[in-house]
T-cell receptor
Framework: EDKVVQSPLSLVVHEGDTVTLNCSYEVTNFRSLLWYKQEKKAPTFLFMLTSSGIEKKSGRLSSILDKKELSSILNITATQTGDSAIYLCAGRGSYNTDKLIFGTGTRLQVFP | DAGVIQSPRHEVTEMGQEVTLRCKPISGHDYLFWYRQTMMRGLELLIYFNNNVPIDDSGMPEDRFSAKMPNASFSTLKIQPSEPRDSAVYFC????????????FGPGTRLLVL
């Protein structure tokens, strides 16, 4: 059965700290991995990664996939209180399906 | 673009009642997904449609759940009869599909079954 596992489940840091969130996947015919940020409402898209190994960056956030280790990390540098959210990772399998398998998320809390 | 629209945003009902959740996908998106999110199980895919046709409903918990997509701009998720364990946030998402597109989520419906 396909599965995505995230760690840690929860993280508490102070503003300015750097954090690394982890995601490991076991997805049949893996195609891509997506990261979402969920604050109080709906998940919003951050990055999509493939086995190409190309790092994606957006401001203080960056992410990369390690196809050998079947894992991905999401880095946030110089954290701010606005980064507090649940970060979700999802794996997508075969090209002919658009089904995403989500992990349970990492809850990040950033205190001033 | 208005994004994915869901209604109602909150629903409180009593056990045994029928609940209908509604979703309007982003115009032009031909894939629509229904998810359920709980603290215990995280975000789970219930069913998804392509061009109004159900493609994968393996996540639908049981016969009490049903989903329809009568046209490209509207879908419903119905629970009948509802039970307390159905309490969760239900999200609808849409995408252009083809395995390369991200899914865009609606604001969700928070359902509480008493």
């Amino acid at each position: 059965e396909d599965k995505v596992v995230q760690s840690p489940l929860s993280l508490v840091v102070h503003e300015g700290d750097t954090v690394t969130l982890n995601c490991s996947y076991e997805v049949t015919n893996f195609r891509s991995l997506l990261w979402y940020k969920q604050e109080k409402k709906a998940p919003t898209f951050l990055f999509m990664l493939t086995s190409s190994g190309i790092e994606k960056k957006s401001g203080r956030l960056s992410s990369i996939l390690d196809k050998k280790e079947l894992s991905s990390i999401l880095n946030i540098t110089a954290t701010q209180t606005g980064d507090s959210a649940i970060y979700l990772c999802a794996g997508r399998g075969s090209y002919n399906t658009d089904k995403l398998i989500f992990g349970t998320g990492t809850r990040l809390q950033v205190f001033p | 673009d208005a994004g994915v629209i869901q209604s109602p945003r909150h629903e409180v009902t009593e056990m045994g009642q029928e609940v209908t959740l509604r979703c309007k996908p982003i115009s032009g998106h031909d894939y629509l997904f229904w998810y359920r999110q709980t603290m215990m199980r995280g975000l789970e895919l219930l069913i998804y449609f392509n061009n109004n046709v159900p493609i994968d409903d393996s996540g639908m918990p049981e016969d009490r759940f049903s989903a329809k997509m009568p046209n490209a701009s509207f879908s419903t998720l119905k629970i009948q009869p509802s039970e307390p364990r159905d309490s969760a946030v239900y999200f609808c998402a849409s995408s252009l599909g083809r395995g390369r597109e991200t899914q865009y989520f609606g604001p969700g419906t928070r359902l509480l079954v008493l």
